[in-house]
């Protein structure tokens, strides 16, 4: 976090987790993680410490349910699986048996024991590659410094009990505090810890609180009662902001929610160009919270539900059942619009012990997605059964993520017809002309789209993993940031090669990475040819303002010139000006 002393004002900057411009008074909120002193102990004690674990785990779990219910009878059941999973963790084996064998083994207090536990926790979430599994950390430390508090007496401040209109400020905030928020009175929020992908940014953005996260060190360096503003879309935090600054803020702040309102506007209109060409604007969940938000801002479907969160912190796989109550959750929630599920995309040294394969020197590029579950056939088929039984009730589309060849795609085919078999003889329904697609997000599969074409029922451009392969770059690495360029010649082209490739076989070229949600890159994506495109619900309005501002042929003149630079930068410049001429006011 950077903050910049200016003559009157404090400016920090710290990630946007949700859009808005809150301007408030500040209320610190204690938040801080528990002070654990790690202590020895007689053997003789152990069985004390032990009970004191069960107990101090039994309180958190009746302290979520008493939540649970009471959030329920306020705000509905919409959002409550963010509980759930944390009444989950809570019963986790390994949580749990862990840390009792460290009390055992080690002679050592309950609390330094529970501490230690979720550092070997942290150090295995830190490992994984995805951005979204690896903020599920927060979910495991929020669990356990619940449970912490309860062994050394330290309680906190209910969110429900804030009075007034406030900023808070916190270290961090668990999916329990946002969801007994009242935005009559917390209007926005600000902490120390966090990053885009937590669950509680994730609510937040359902929610639509303004949100500010990741600051490192915000409760200590601002003031409880301050004014500040908070602006969550560019992540910038000003206190006791001058005149002038106040103004400016509370005229953005008009102008934002104007603008806003006339993004909405636009929820009921059709995804079409001005010379009639549609494309299919949809969304990417994680939860079935996030399902309210994307058709409010006019998701006509979902382009990418991601599984992977049904197989995380947990001991055991997901049983079919299981299984299946999701899918068919979103599935009815959706209906009759469309849900396109991804199966499993992650490594099985990521997951859980079930799906261990051992250390891999290098996981990006080791046994993952489709390749595991080709070596976890049971695992897939049990998954493949559970969305096929989910298509029964709406439509679904299957895509399997990370093919590299045409052999990987016919093996996962050759499963999902067993499974389509085996439902066949037990008279159990599900779609029989289910659609399947590929993720197309390796060099390797680029090249050879057009035999991948003749494979399948469509393509969905993983943009996020294609740049990175195909420039050899780790977009989580802060030193390489900067050669991480979605407007790479090589970029471009490789989009331009997978759009040619499927509609010279007659099937769609649809994207789900986040070049999709950008509005700038629209006219280049609609010029390339994509048929459908999927991004997070706030995106939705803004890309579909740009789309029915021009026409297909003038997009298809600014992705030609666009292929015609030899340097992202020349390209970005290129682009910017063609915004600047046409589209200026719709970046308001």
């Known amino acids: 976090m950077a903050s910049v002393k200016t003559d009157n004002n404090r400016i920090w900057h710290g990630i946007g987790a949700s859009s808005g411009i809150a301007i408030g008074q500040v209320k610190i909120t204690d938040r801080s993680r528990v002070a654990v002193v790690e202590t020895s102990v007689e053997r003789s004690e152990i069985p004390f410490e032990l009970e004191r674990l069960k107990k101090a785990l039994e309180i958190a779990k009746a302290e979520l349910s008493s939540l649970k219910q009471n959030i329920a009878a306020k705000r509905g059941d919409e959002h409550l699986q963010h509980i759930d999973t944390h009444l989950l963790l809570l019963d986790d084996t390994m ?38 599994l690896r903020e599920r950390s927060a979910d495991v430390e929020t669990v356990v410094e619940r449970v912490l508090r309860n062994m050394v007496g330290q309680k906190q401040e209910p969110i429900s009990a804030i009075d007034g209109k406030v900023i808070v400020v916190a270290h961090d905030l668990s999916p329990a505090d946002i969801l007994q928020i009242d935005k009559t009175k917390v209007i926005g929020f600000m902490t120390d810890m966090g990053g885009k992908t937590s669950h509680s940014a994730i609510l937040a953005r359902a929610l639509e609180i303004p949100a500010v996260v990741g600051m490192e060190r915000i409760t200590g360096e601002i003031e409880d009662g301050a004014t500040v503003i908070i602006d969550g879309a560019t992540g910038t935090v000003i206190s006791n902001p001058d005149q002038e600054t106040f103004r400016e803020y509370l005229r953005r702040k008009q102008h934002y929610e104007y603008v806003e309102r006339e993004l909405l506007k636009l929820t009921d209109l059709p995804a079409v160009t001005l010379d009639g060409h549609s494309v299919s604007l949809k969304g990417n969940v994680e939860f079935i919270e996030e399902v309210p938000s994307i058709k409010r801002h006019g998701a006509e479907g979902i382009g990418l539900y991601r599984t ?3 197989f995380f912190n947990r001991d055991s796989l997901p049983g079919e059942q299981e299984q299946f109550d999701a899918y068919a ?11 396109t599920i991804r199966t499993l995309d992650v490594g099985g040294d990521k997951i859980l012990t079930d799906l261990n394969l051992g250390d891999e020197m290098n996981p990006a590029l080791g046994v993952r997605a489709i390749r595991l579950s080709l070596r976890q056939q049971e695992t897939f088929k049990t998954q493949l059964r559970a969305i096929l039984r989910a298509s029964a009730l709406g439509k679904v589309r299957i895509f399997f993520p990370m093919i590299s060849g045409v052999g990987e795609v016919r093996a996962a085919k050759a499963i999902v017809e067993e499974v389509k078999a085996e439902l066949r003889a037990a008279s159990v329904p599900f779609d029989e002309q289910i659609e399947i697609g590929v993720m197309i997000e390796i060099p390797s599969a680029v090249i050879i789209a057009d035999l991948l074409a003749r494979e399948v029922d469509f393509f969905s451009v993983g943009t ?7 420039l050899a770059i780790d977009r989580t690495n802060e030193h390489l940031s900067s050669l991480y360029e979605p407007l790479h010649p090589a ?17 769609d070229a649809c994207m789900c990475g986040e070049m999709a949600g950008d509005p700038e890159y629209l006219p280049i994506l609609l010029g390339l040819g994509f048929d459908e495109l999927s991004m997070n619900a706030v995106s939705i309005p803004r890309v579909k303002k740009i789309l029915r501002r021009c026409t297909r042929k003038e997009a298809e003149d600014v992705a030609a010139h666009a292929l015609t630079y030899s340097t992202a930068q020349d390209v970005e410049s290129y682009l910017k000006s063609v915004i600047a001429a046409r589209f200026s006011d719709s970046f308001d």
């Open 464 to 470: 996020n993993d294609l740049i990175q392969y195909a």
């Open 491 to 507: 970029v471009l082209r490789s989009l331009k090669m997978v759009v040619d490739a499927a509609h010279a076989a007659g099937i």
């Open 308 to 310: 992977e969160m049904l």
């Open 329 to 339: 959750a979103i599935v009815r929630e959706m209906s009759p619009a469309p849900v």
């Open 95 to 132: 949580l749990i048996g862990e840390t009792s064998a460290i009390i055992e083994k080690e002679s050592i207090n309950a609390e330094g024991a529970l501490k230690r536990t979720l550092h070997k926790l942290k150090e295995f979430f830190s490992g994984i590659e995805d951005e979204y």
